[in-house]
């Protein structure tokens, strides 16, 4: 049993302040399993809030107006893995949702996930190892249409460390994951780092 808590911010980088676009939080209660194929199961909030930035730059101007994305979700996700693989699917149902931007009338989703990773090499008295692999959802809310990224780089971490960071190159088409604008139909590309502790 642990807790999670995470924050997905997108950023402008092309303004002189690069301004902050959204931030979606995501807290909640993990329970999971470590016998044959990993499983989690996950209860938690999502909250999704535009940026003042962009609000005052760009959005009153265009006639956008801010959406009061709230929803709690139940989903299961499991995971198979070797020395050289990893996959992951699962899927889930927002349970509750606030009345403003009202999703229980659709409220599946699925995702599922490859990982490959390379070999690893010491460096410094720690390890480098390649990696690529693609991510993949559908929503209800948009039809099961499909969205997915396919992303590759490098990860580093500690010997027999579960802490690591990862640098990655990122092309995302679809959906947007998170935020207000997950009915929106974009496409992006850029580079993403990730700390897990």
Do not use: C
Request: charged fraction near 15%; glycine fraction near 12%; avoid cysteine.
């Amino acid at each position: 049993m642990s807790l999670f808590g995470v924050v997905f911010a997108q950023f402008n980088l092309d303004t002189p302040s690069m301004d902050l676009l959204n931030s979606d939080y995501l807290v909640g209660p993990v329970l999971t399993t470590g016998k044959g194929p990993g499983r989690g199961l996950r209860f938690y909030h999502q909250s999704s809030h535009l940026g003042d930035e962009f609000l005052l730059n760009y959005g009153i101007a265009n006639g956008v107006q801010r959406r009061n994305l709230s929803v709690e979700v139940l989903d299961l996700l499991v995971s198979l893995e070797d020395t050289w693989w990893r996959l992951f699917a699962g899927g889930g149902i927002i349970v509750f949702s606030n009345k403003e931007e009202d999703l229980s009338p659709t409220p599946g989703f699925v995702n599922y996930r490859v990982e490959l990773r390379g070999p690893a090499w010491g460096w410094r008295n720690s390890r480098l190892r390649p990696l690529f692999g693609g991510f993949f959802s559908q929503l209800q809310a948009t039809g099961w249409s499909l969205s997915g990224s396919l992303e590759g780089g490098l990860e580093w971490s500690a010997p027999g460390s579960a802490q690591r960071v990862r640098a990655l190159v990122v092309a995302q088409r679809g959906a947007l994951p998170f935020s207000q604008f997950f009915t929106d139909r974009t496409q992006s590309f850029g580079l993403q780092m990730q700390f897990e502790f």
